[in-house]
T-cell receptor, first 112, second 113 residues
Framework: KAGVTQTPRYLIKTRGQQVTLSCSPI?????VSWYQQTPGQGLQFLFE???????NKGNFPGRFSGRQFSNSRSEMNVSTLELGDSALYLC???????????FGPGTRLLVL | QKEVEQNSGPLSVPEGAIASLNCTYS??????FFWYRQYSGKSPELIMF????GDKEDGRFTAQLNKASQYVSLLIRDSQPSDSATYLC?????????????FGKGTLLTVNP
Protein backbone atom coordinates (compact mmCIF):
# COMPACT_ATOMS: atom_id res chain seq x y z
CA LYS A 1 0.00 0.00 0.00
CA ALA A 2 1.45 3.38 -0.97
CA GLY A 3 2.29 5.74 1.86
CA VAL A 4 1.35 9.34 2.40
CA THR A 5 2.62 11.60 -0.37
CA GLN A 6 3.22 15.33 -0.21
CA THR A 7 3.97 17.78 -2.95
CA PRO A 8 6.05 19.73 -3.51
CA ARG A 9 8.92 18.47 -1.43
CA TYR A 10 10.79 21.75 -1.40
CA LEU A 11 9.62 25.28 -1.90
CA ILE A 12 11.24 28.69 -1.79
CA LYS A 13 9.02 31.75 -1.52
CA THR A 14 9.42 35.40 -0.61
CA ARG A 15 7.66 37.33 2.10
CA GLY A 16 4.12 38.32 1.24
CA GLN A 17 3.56 35.51 -1.22
CA GLN A 18 1.16 32.66 -0.66
CA VAL A 19 1.73 28.95 -0.95
CA THR A 20 -0.39 25.83 -1.34
CA LEU A 21 0.81 22.43 -0.18
CA SER A 22 -0.78 19.13 -1.10
CA CYS A 23 -1.16 15.84 0.74
CA SER A 24 -2.49 12.51 -0.51
CA PRO A 25 -3.27 10.11 2.33
CA ILE A 26 -2.83 6.38 2.43
CA UNK A 27 -5.61 4.72 0.47
CA UNK A 28 -8.66 4.27 2.68
CA UNK A 29 -7.58 6.83 5.24
CA UNK A 30 -10.13 9.57 5.76
CA UNK A 31 -8.41 11.70 8.39
CA VAL A 32 -5.63 14.09 7.47
CA SER A 33 -3.73 16.19 9.98
CA TRP A 34 -1.21 18.91 9.27
CA TYR A 35 1.74 19.87 11.43
CA GLN A 36 4.43 22.52 11.34
CA GLN A 37 7.88 21.52 12.55
CA THR A 38 10.59 24.00 13.43
CA PRO A 39 13.78 23.50 15.45
CA GLY A 40 12.58 25.78 18.21
CA GLN A 41 8.95 24.78 18.56
CA GLY A 42 9.01 21.15 17.52
CA LEU A 43 5.93 19.60 15.94
CA GLN A 44 2.89 21.80 16.25
CA PHE A 45 -0.60 20.83 15.23
CA LEU A 46 -2.20 22.98 12.55
CA PHE A 47 -5.54 21.32 11.77
CA GLU A 48 -7.27 18.03 11.13
CA UNK A 49 -9.77 17.14 8.46
CA UNK A 50 -12.14 14.22 8.29
CA UNK A 51 -14.59 13.62 5.47
CA UNK A 52 -14.04 17.12 4.08
CA UNK A 53 -14.74 18.79 7.45
CA UNK A 54 -12.23 20.55 9.63
CA UNK A 55 -12.70 19.06 13.06
CA ASN A 56 -9.80 20.49 15.00
CA LYS A 57 -7.60 23.51 14.66
CA GLY A 58 -4.39 24.47 16.40
CA ASN A 59 -3.25 27.89 17.57
CA PHE A 60 -2.16 29.37 14.27
CA PRO A 61 -3.25 32.64 12.68
CA GLY A 62 -5.95 32.76 10.04
CA ARG A 63 -3.28 32.98 7.32
CA PHE A 64 -3.09 29.22 7.65
CA SER A 65 -6.02 27.43 6.11
CA GLY A 66 -6.80 24.09 4.62
CA ARG A 67 -9.36 21.94 2.95
CA GLN A 68 -10.05 18.34 2.14
CA PHE A 69 -11.55 16.92 -1.01
CA SER A 70 -13.98 14.07 -1.46
CA ASN A 71 -11.13 11.68 -2.28
CA SER A 72 -9.53 12.60 1.10
CA ARG A 73 -6.67 14.52 -0.51
CA SER A 74 -5.94 17.66 1.43
CA GLU A 75 -4.36 21.01 0.77
CA MET A 76 -3.12 23.67 3.11
CA ASN A 77 -2.60 27.27 2.18
CA VAL A 78 -0.51 29.94 3.82
CA SER A 79 -1.15 33.48 2.71
CA THR A 80 1.03 36.55 3.21
CA LEU A 81 4.08 34.51 4.05
CA GLU A 82 6.39 35.63 6.85
CA LEU A 83 9.99 34.65 7.50
CA GLY A 84 8.83 32.69 10.55
CA ASP A 85 6.75 30.41 8.35
CA SER A 86 9.92 28.70 7.19
CA ALA A 87 9.49 25.16 8.41
CA LEU A 88 8.90 21.55 7.54
CA TYR A 89 5.19 21.01 6.95
CA LEU A 90 4.08 17.49 7.64
CA CYS A 91 0.89 15.76 6.75
CA UNK A 92 -0.27 12.64 8.57
CA UNK A 93 -3.12 10.33 7.69
CA UNK A 94 -5.12 7.78 9.61
CA UNK A 95 -8.22 5.72 9.01
CA UNK A 96 -10.01 7.94 11.44
CA UNK A 97 -8.71 10.48 13.92
CA UNK A 98 -8.62 7.92 16.74
CA UNK A 99 -6.21 5.63 14.96
CA UNK A 100 -2.45 5.76 14.49
CA UNK A 101 -1.18 8.54 12.27
CA UNK A 102 1.34 7.93 9.51
CA PHE A 103 3.42 10.80 8.25
CA GLY A 104 4.30 11.84 4.75
CA PRO A 105 7.82 12.98 3.78
CA GLY A 106 6.97 16.63 4.37
CA THR A 107 7.31 19.84 2.42
CA ARG A 108 10.24 22.01 3.36
CA LEU A 109 9.30 25.66 2.94
CA LEU A 110 11.85 28.43 2.97
CA VAL A 111 10.61 32.01 3.08
CA LEU A 112 13.14 34.67 2.05
CA GLN B 1 -2.49 23.91 27.98
CA LYS B 2 -1.84 20.21 27.61
CA GLU B 3 1.89 19.58 27.61
CA VAL B 4 4.23 16.76 26.75
CA GLU B 5 7.73 17.03 28.12
CA GLN B 6 10.85 15.21 27.00
CA ASN B 7 14.48 15.62 27.91
CA SER B 8 15.99 17.17 24.79
CA GLY B 9 19.26 15.35 25.27
CA PRO B 10 21.46 14.55 23.58
CA LEU B 11 21.42 11.11 25.13
CA SER B 12 24.56 9.23 24.26
CA VAL B 13 24.92 5.47 24.78
CA PRO B 14 27.48 2.94 23.58
CA GLU B 15 26.53 0.34 21.01
CA GLY B 16 24.85 -2.65 22.64
CA ALA B 17 23.64 -0.72 25.68
CA ILE B 18 20.05 0.00 26.72
CA ALA B 19 18.80 3.46 25.84
CA SER B 20 16.03 4.81 28.06
CA LEU B 21 13.87 7.67 26.80
CA ASN B 22 11.31 9.32 29.02
CA CYS B 23 8.23 11.44 28.50
CA THR B 24 5.81 13.07 30.93
CA TYR B 25 2.41 14.51 30.16
CA SER B 26 0.15 16.91 31.97
CA UNK B 27 -3.40 15.70 31.29
CA UNK B 28 -4.67 12.71 33.22
CA UNK B 29 -7.37 12.26 30.59
CA UNK B 30 -4.79 11.15 28.03
CA UNK B 31 -5.68 7.84 26.49
CA UNK B 32 -3.10 6.80 23.95
CA PHE B 33 0.62 7.25 23.64
CA PHE B 34 2.94 6.99 20.68
CA TRP B 35 6.64 6.89 20.04
CA TYR B 36 7.97 8.12 16.71
CA ARG B 37 11.53 8.10 15.44
CA GLN B 38 12.78 10.88 13.22
CA TYR B 39 16.07 10.75 11.39
CA SER B 40 17.69 14.05 10.51
CA GLY B 41 16.00 15.55 7.47
CA LYS B 42 13.26 12.91 7.41
CA SER B 43 9.70 12.69 8.63
CA PRO B 44 8.62 10.89 11.81
CA GLU B 45 8.02 7.18 11.57
CA LEU B 46 5.94 5.23 14.07
CA ILE B 47 7.82 2.87 16.38
CA MET B 48 5.02 1.77 18.63
CA PHE B 49 1.96 2.83 20.57
CA UNK B 50 0.59 1.91 23.98
CA UNK B 51 -2.82 2.37 25.53
CA UNK B 52 -2.75 0.40 28.77
CA UNK B 53 -0.65 0.58 31.89
CA GLY B 54 2.37 -1.68 31.88
CA ASP B 55 4.86 -2.76 29.25
CA LYS B 56 4.52 -3.44 25.56
CA GLU B 57 7.36 -5.09 23.71
CA ASP B 58 8.16 -5.13 20.02
CA GLY B 59 11.52 -6.56 19.11
CA ARG B 60 14.25 -4.48 20.72
CA PHE B 61 11.76 -1.80 21.78
CA THR B 62 9.70 -1.72 24.96
CA ALA B 63 7.20 0.99 25.78
CA GLN B 64 6.23 1.46 29.41
CA LEU B 65 3.19 3.39 30.57
CA ASN B 66 2.38 4.56 34.07
CA LYS B 67 -0.82 6.59 34.05
CA ALA B 68 -0.78 7.26 37.78
CA SER B 69 2.61 8.95 37.47
CA GLN B 70 1.80 10.36 34.04
CA TYR B 71 4.87 9.13 32.27
CA VAL B 72 5.65 6.93 29.34
CA SER B 73 9.06 5.61 28.45
CA LEU B 74 10.77 3.84 25.59
CA LEU B 75 13.56 1.34 26.15
CA ILE B 76 15.81 0.33 23.28
CA ARG B 77 17.79 -2.82 23.98
CA ASP B 78 21.03 -3.68 22.20
CA SER B 79 21.23 -0.14 20.79
CA GLN B 80 22.69 0.15 17.31
CA PRO B 81 24.27 3.15 15.57
CA SER B 82 21.27 3.06 13.22
CA ASP B 83 19.07 3.91 16.22
CA SER B 84 20.68 7.36 16.35
CA ALA B 85 17.78 9.72 15.76
CA THR B 86 15.37 12.03 17.52
CA TYR B 87 12.61 10.21 19.38
CA LEU B 88 9.27 11.95 19.64
CA CYS B 89 6.68 11.15 22.26
CA UNK B 90 3.08 11.92 21.30
CA UNK B 91 0.00 11.90 23.46
CA UNK B 92 -3.60 11.79 22.34
CA UNK B 93 -6.15 13.55 24.47
CA UNK B 94 -9.64 12.59 23.51
CA UNK B 95 -12.51 14.78 24.49
CA UNK B 96 -15.57 14.98 22.29
CA UNK B 97 -14.32 14.85 18.71
CA UNK B 98 -10.88 16.19 19.54
CA UNK B 99 -8.37 13.45 18.90
CA UNK B 100 -5.37 15.56 18.07
CA UNK B 101 -1.87 14.44 18.93
CA UNK B 102 0.35 16.59 21.09
CA PHE B 103 4.05 16.02 20.60
CA GLY B 104 7.01 16.54 22.85
CA LYS B 105 10.00 18.31 21.35
CA GLY B 106 11.93 15.08 21.13
CA THR B 107 15.05 13.52 22.59
CA LEU B 108 18.14 13.22 20.41
CA LEU B 109 19.74 9.81 20.84
CA THR B 110 23.28 9.08 19.72
CA VAL B 111 24.55 5.49 19.75
CA ASN B 112 28.32 5.37 19.60
CA PRO B 113 30.03 2.42 17.85
Amino acid sequence: KAGVTQTPRYLIKTRGQQVTLSCSPISGHRSVSWYQQTPGQGLQFLFEYFSETQRNKGNFPGRFSGRQFSNSRSEMNVSTLELGDSALYLCASSWNAKETQYFGPGTRLLVL
Amino acid sequence: QKEVEQNSGPLSVPEGAIASLNCTYSDRGSQSFFWYRQYSGKSPELIMFIYSNGDKEDGRFTAQLNKASQYVSLLIRDSQPSDSATYLCAVRYSGGSNYKLTFGKGTLLTVNP
